[in-house]
T-cell receptor
Framework: GAGVSQSPSNKVTEKGKDVELRCDPI?????LYWYRQSLGQGLEFLIY????????KSGLPSDRFSAERTGGSVSTLTIQRTQQEDSAVYLC?????????????FGPGTRLTVL | GQNIDQPTEMTATEGAIVQINCTYQ??????LFWYQQHAGEAPTFLSY????GLEEKGRFSSFLSRSKGYSYLLLKELQMKDSASYLC?????????????FGAGTQVVVTP
C-alpha cells in the first residue's frame, strides 16, 4: 500500500514569508509525528498527534510554528514569518498508534530553504 | 530530557563487520530503535529493543543493556549498499505513547 507522502518535496522561500508543509500518513495510522533534520544533526521532534489532537507540542521551537490535523488523516505544519534558521528537512512519520513497539514510518520529507 | 550519543562516522571494508555503539541517558525509557537513512531519503526501521539482550535479523543484530544505557547495532557481511547513516532513537516515555529522541546518526562508509 501507499506509504507516508509529503508535499512539497522542496520549498524555497524568502525570509519573512509563511509556508505550509503537508503530510499524508498511511491510511489507518492514528499517530502522526513531525520532526526536522538540520544538516549534520539528528532528527528533532516537533509535535505528535493522536487522532486530531496534539498531546505533545513540546518540540515546536517557537510560536511561529503550528500544526493541525483534520479527519484523523492529513496534517499541515505551518511556519509563519520564516527565518533562515528554519531551513531544514521536515519529516513526517506515522504509526498504527503511539504505543509499544509500533514502528514509525517516515515520509520522504520536505526540504525547506529560507533565503 | 535525553542525551543520546553515537559516533559520527565509521569506515569498514565490504564483507567485514561493523558495530555502532549508542549510549543514552533517559528520564523514562520504553524502547530503543535503530533506523537506516540513505542520503536524501527517509529513515527506514531496522530494529527495536525493549528488553536486555540481542535481537538478530539477518545480517543486522541489535543489543540492549538497560542498566548500562547502552545499545549497539551490528552489521555483518557488509555490502556497498549498507553505506548510510544509522540513527539510534529512544522512546521517551513509559506511557501509552511516546515520541522518539534521536541521536545525531553514525555515517557508515563501506569501501571496496
Amino acid at each position: 500500500g501507499a506509504g507516508v507522502s509529503q508535499s512539497p518535496s522542496n520549498k524555497v522561500t524568502e525570509k519573512g514569508k509563511d509556508v505550509e508543509l503537508r503530510c499524508d500518513p498511511i491510511s489507518g495510522h492514528t499517530a502522526l509525528y513531525w520532526y526536522r533534520q538540520s544538516l549534520g544533526q539528528g532528527l528533532e521532534f516537533l509535535i505528535y498527534f493522536q487522532g486530531n489532537s496534539a498531546p505533545d507540542k513540546s518540540g515546536l521551537p517557537s510560536d511561529r510554528f503550528s500544526a493541525e490535523r483534520t479527519g484523523g488523516s492529513v496534517s499541515t505544519l505551518t511556519i509563519q514569518r520564516t527565518q533562515q534558521e528554519d531551513s531544514a528537512v521536515y519529516l513526517c512519520a506515522s504509526s498504527l498508534d503511539g504505543r509499544g513497539n509500533n514502528e514509525q514510518f517516515f515520509g520522504p520529507g520536505t526540504r525547506l530553504t529560507v533565503l | 530530557g535525553q542525551n543520546i550519543d553515537q559516533p559520527t562516522e565509521m569506515t569498514a571494508t565490504e564483507g567485514a563487520i561493523v558495530q555502532i555503539n549508542c549510549t543514552y541517558q533517559t528520564s523514562g525509557f520504553n524502547g530503543l530503535f535503530w533506523y537506516q537513512q540513505h542520503a536524501g531519503e527517509a529513515p527506514t526501521f531496522l530494529s527495536y529493543n525493549v528488553l536486555d539482550g540481542l535481537e538478530e535479523k539477518g545480517r543486522f543484530s541489535s543489543f540492549l543493556s538497560r542498566s548500562k544505557g547502552y545499545s549497539y547495532l551490528l552489521l555483518k557481511e557488509l555490502q556497498m549498499k549498507d553505506s548510510a547513516s544509522y540513527l539510534c532513537a529512544v522512546r521517551d516515555r513509559a506511557d501509552s505513547w511516546g515520541k522518539l529522541q534521536f541521536g545525531a546518526g553514525t555515517q557508515v562508509v563501506v569501501t571496496p
